[in-house]
């Protein structure tokens, strides 16, 4: 599911940690940030102790996409599609 979900062109925003570079008021919004990379790594190491802890994850790429994006904004947009 994961490689799927790399391989959307609807993917990108979420591929990669946010920057903080870029977007430096992210983490006064989102407390708990996630991305497929992250998620990737997780799953690398074992950290997720089952199903749900990794659906969740992944649920939580698009809440908090929400939360910090209009709806009107490209990475909104994209969190639908995807």
Do not use: G
Not at 10 to 23: A, G
Not at 31 to 36: A, C, G, V, W, Y
């Amino acid at each position: 599911m994961l490689e799927l979900m790399k391989k959307n062109q609807s993917s990108w925003p979420f591929r990669e940690p946010v920057s903080l570079e870029d977007v430096p008021d992210y983490l006064s919004v989102v407390r708990e940030p996630i991305d497929l990379k992250t998620i990737e790594k997780k799953l690398s190491n074992n950290e997720y102790k089952d199903r749900e802890q990794f659906c969740e994850d992944i649920l939580k790429i698009f809440k908090n996409c929400k939360l910090y994006n209009q709806p009107e904004t490209v990475y909104f947009k994209c969190s639908n599609e995807l």
